[in-house]
C-alpha cells in the first residue's frame, strides 16, 4: 500500500489505542503515528549532499574536457600542415572528423579507466563518507551500473573535447600547403574557440569556488556557535534497563540513584548526572502540550507546546548550563513532595510572555495534577549547532523515574581515561548491565558536524583542482599564444615598444578572458548556489565578501598563470625573432 494509506490505517489502530487504553495514553496530551516511506528515512539526508557533490565534479569533468579541447586545438595548429597534406590525398571532412574524434575517445577511455583504478582503491573512503549520510553505505560497490557509467562518461567525454577542435580543423587548409613554412598560424575561428573555451573554464572554476567559499564560511560560523554548556571535559554513555527486571518506577529510580552516587565519589569526577537524552542527539524525544494556570486556551486556540527533559538534580552542574532564575533541582524534589520544573529562557520567553514564571504552576494532564516552576535556566544547542532552540521544560529524575537514559559526568581529567572505571561501577550495581556509545561530549559535538566539514572538504578540493586545471589552461593557451605571435613581438620591440609594455600587454589579454569567465561564472553562481540554501549556516547564497574573496582569488590565478608567458614575450629578441621568419 502507499504511504497515506498506511498513515490512514495507522492512524485508526492509534486512535483506538487511545480509547481502549486511557490511563497510558492521558487526554489532553496529542499523540499521533508518522508514517515515512523507509527509502526516504534512509537517504534523505544523504540525497542532498551527494547531489551537490556530483554537481562539482560534473564540473570539474567539463573544465578537464575545455582544457583537453583548448590542448587539442593547439595540437591542431601544429598538425595544419599534415591535415591539409591528408586532404590533398583525398580525405574527406567525416573521414578527418572520425579520425580526430577516435583519438580523442582513446584518451578519454584510458583516462576514465585509470579514474575506475583509482576510485576502486579509494572506494573504502567514500564508504565511509556516505556513512555519515545513510545507513545505506555498505551497498555502495563497483559493478555493471559503475562500468557502464564511466564508459558513459568516457563517451561523452570524448565528445566535449573532441568534437570542438574536429569541427575546427574544417577550416580551409590549402593556405598551410601553400606557405611551407616552418610556423604555422592559427585561424581566427580557432582563436575564438580557444577563447571561448578559456572563459567557459573560468565560469565554471567560478561556480565552484563560490560553492567552497560559501560552505566554508558556513562551517566556520558553525563551529563558532555557542552551544550553550560546556562540553569539555564530560564523559557520556547510554544506560537502557531490562525493563523486565526494572519493571517499576521505585526500581528505576533506586538504580540511577545509587549508580550516580557511586560515580560521583569516584576519583577524577567533579559532577555526575543522568538525562533522558544528551546534547546534540535526538534519540528520545518528547514533545507534549500544557496549560498554563490562569491561563485557560480560547476554543480553538492551540495550547502551548515544549519539549520536556528528563534529568537528575546535577545535570545543569555538569553542563555549566547557568540558572538564570531561581534554583534547579534538590535531591528532596521527590515523589512526596510537589512536582516542580525548570524552563529554558526560550520557554520562559514564548510561553510564559516574559514575565517571571518561578512560582507559577502548568498541568500536563489536563488540570488532574499541576507542576510548579522553581527556576529557569540557560538555552542549549539540543539538536544540533545548526539548529534553533527549542522550547524546553526540565522534570526532576526522581519524580519522573526512567528505563533509560545517558549519563553525564564532568571530569577533572581526560574523559575517556575514567571510562574503564565508571564500567566498573555499573557492574558493581548490576553485573549484567551493559553500557552503550561511551564517548566524550566533544566528540559527540565533532560527529554532529562531521557531515558539513567533509562536504566542505570535499568541495573545497574539487574547487581547488578546478581552480588548477584554469589556471593551467590560461597559461598554456597564454603561452601558445606568445610563441605563435614572436614576430609580430619582434616587429613591436623593433619599432619601439618596451619590455614592460608587451609585459602589460600579454597579462591583460589573458586577464581580459578571465575577467569575462568571472562575468559569466557570476550570473550562473546568483542561480546555482540557491540549491545551496538548505546546507548553509547563517550564510546567504549571495554573500558578498566570498563573491568578492574568490573573484580575487581568480583573478590572481590568472594573473600568476600568465605571468610566466608575459615575461618570455618580454625578452624575445626582435633580431632573433625577425630573422626566424
Known sequence: MSVSQAQADLSGVAANLQKAYPKDYPEGNNYSVKTTA??????????????????????????????????????????????????????????????????????AVIGGGLGLLFSWGALSLLVSFAARFTPRAREIQMDSMVLGFTFLVAVLTSLLSGTAPALASREAVVGSLKEGGAQSTIGRGKHRMRNLLIVAQVAVSFLLLIGAGLMLRSFVKLQHVDPGFQPENVLTMDIALDFVKYNTNDKQRAFFETLLEKVQMQSGVKSAAASMMIPFTSDMTMTGDFQIEGQAPEPGQAMPKADFRIVSPSYFEALHIPILNGRGFLQTDRPSNPDVAVLNRSAALHLWGGKDPVGTRFSADGGKGWIQVVGVVGDIKQYGLDKDVVDEIYVPLAQNPMGQASLVIKTAVEPMSIARGVIELLHGVDPNQPAARVRSLEQVRAESVAAPRLTTNLLGLFALLALAIAATGIGGVMALAVGQRRHEIGVRMAIGARPGEILRMILGQGLALA??????????????????????????????????????????????????????????????ALRVE
Do not use: H, K
Open 38 to 107: 523507509l527509502e526516504e528515512a534512509l537517504t534523505r539526508n544523504a540525497r542532498p549532499t551527494m547531489l551537490v557533490l556530483l554537481a562539482a565534479a560534473g564540473f570539474v569533468l567539463l573544465i578537464a574536457c575545455a582544457n583537453v579541447a583548448n590542448l587539442n586545438l593547439s595540437r591542431m595548429v601544429r598538425r595544419e600542415r599534415e591535415l591539409a597534406v591528408r586532404a590533398a590525398l583525398g580525405a574527406g571532412r567525416v573521414r578527418m572528423f572520425r579520425q580526430l574524434l577516435t583519438e580523442s575517445f582513446m584518451l
Open 515 to 576: 575577467l569575462a569567465g568571472v562575468a559569466l561564472g557570476l550570473f550562473g553562481a546568483l542561480w546555482l548556489t540557491r540549491l545551496l540554501q538548505q546546507l548553509l549556516f547563517e550564510v546567504t547564497p549571495t554573500d558578498p565578501l566570498t563573491y568578492a574573496g574568490v573573484a580575487v582569488v581568480l583573478g590572481l590565478a590568472a594573473l600568476v598563470a600568465c605571468y610566466v608567458p608575459a615575461r618570455r614575450a618580454s625578452r624575445v629578441d626582435p633580431i632573433v
